[in-house]
């Protein structure tokens, strides 16, 4: 068992666990709507996907977006999570991420699709 995400206290005052898949797709949010800089003892974390919400989602733009979020979760989670695809699809103000991955407690392939309004 894990630590959830976001940290809360569960029903008996204990902190709240998470499951290998609920930890796995935490992990993802986490790389993905962390802002390089935003945390201090690791200022290169994060995918910078928060910046790119507000450009053009067309063409060269929209590849490098998805490269970069790629190579994001490929550089901070590489022993948990294996990633296989990334599509980012951005409707100012708000992106939306689908990741397909796979784990090594999960064998088969997971497809999670994350929104958020920036």
């Given amino acids: 068992m894990h630590i959830g995400f976001p940290f809360r206290v569960d029903s008996r005052g ?3 666990a998470a499951d290998d898949e609920d ?3 935490a992990l993802i949010e986490q790389v993905l709507f962390t802002a390089p800089g935003e945390r201090v ?3 290169d974390f994060g995918s910078g996907l928060r910046q790119l919400v507000f450009e053009s989602a067309a063409g060269e733009l929209a ?3 998805r490269a970069l979020v790629h190579a994001a979760l490929q550089q901070w989670l590489p022993a948990e999570v294996g990633v296989q695809a990334v599509d980012v699809a951005v409707a100012d103000p708000t ?3 689908t990741v397909r991955y796979r784990t090594r407690s999960m064998p088969a392939p997971r497809t999670a699709v994350f929104t958020r309004t920036v």
């Fill in 63 to 65: 590849t490098a977006t």
């Fill in 14 to 16: 204990r902190t709240a």
């Fill in 23 to 25: 930890h796995a797709r």
């Fill in 41 to 43: 003892n690791r200022p």
């Fill in 95 to 97: 992106a939306e991420v």
